[in-house]
């Protein structure tokens, strides 16, 4: 069964830095895998998909990689703003590819 | 639409009692899928519909819940009996693909909560 952790449960950090998310899975053998975004409150708002053919997706200050084989993805984010402030998620989309399999998150605060 | 729309955004009701959800997804998207969240959790998996069919419905917790789709579009969370425990944010989710492949896009969830 597909295991999905999340370190560190949360992170503050000052505005400028930039820092890196950690998402490990149990089972190599995803298809995909997802970055989220949480506002409180809210609903999820997809940032980036990582097919697993791919090593890694850019978008704007976002990166994220992923190493199947060490069952690992990481969400770099660049010169952080206090806007960026929310829970990030991520997802490994599960061996029957029905599902999307989520971490718990790590919620991040960026300070001005 | 262009999101996925949820309704209702808030539900309280009494042990006991039975509860529909509502799901609306972005138009032209043949996958739909139900999570439940927790405070401070993940989302967890409950259901996934391809087309008008269940094509896995191995998250939901027991047989008081259910959900349908009848016309391959809107879907229905339906719970029965509820339980405090089923408090919770449920969240449902479309993509454009199904199996293997396919961003997936959120609604902002129905808060239920079981007093």
């Known amino acids: 069964k597909q295991e999905v952790t999340q370190i560190p449960a949360a992170l503050s950090v000052p505005e400028g830095e930039n820092l890196v998310l950690n998402c490990s899975f149990t089972d190599s053998a995803i298809y995909n895998l997802q970055w989220f975004r949480q506002d409180p409150g809210k609903g999820l708002t997809s940032l980036l998909l990582?097919?697993?053919?791919?090593r890694e997706q850019t978008s704007g200050r976002l990166n994220a990689s992923l190493d199947k084989s060490s069952g690992r993805s990481t969400l770099y984010i660049a010169a952080s703003q206090p806007g960026d402030s929310a829970t990030y998620l991520c997802a490994a989309r599960n061996q029957a590819g029905t599902a999307l399999i989520f971490g718990k998150g790590t919620t991040l605060s960026v300070s001005s | 639409g262009a999101g996925v729309s949820q309704t209702p955004s808030n539900k309280v009701t009494e042990k006991g009692k039975y509860v529909e959800l509502r799901c609306d997804p972005i138009?032209?998207?043949?996958?739909l899928y139900w999570y439940r969240q927790s405070l401070g959790q993940g989302p967890e998996f409950l259901i996934y519909f391809q087309g008008t069919g269940a094509a896995d419905d191995s998250g939901l917790p027991n047989d008081r819940f259910f959900a349908v789709r009848p016309e391959g579009s809107v879907s229905t969370l339906k719970i029965q009996r509820t339980e405090r425990g089923d408090s919770a944010v449920y969240l449902c989710?479309?993509?454009?693909?199904?199996?293997?492949?396919?961003?997936?896009?959120f609604g902002e969830g129905s808060r239920l909560t079981v007093l």
């Open positions: 990582i097919q697993s053919s791919q």
């Open positions: 989710a479309s993509s454009l693909k199904g199996l293997n492949t396919g961003e997936l896009f």
């Open positions: 138009s032209g998207h043949t996958a």
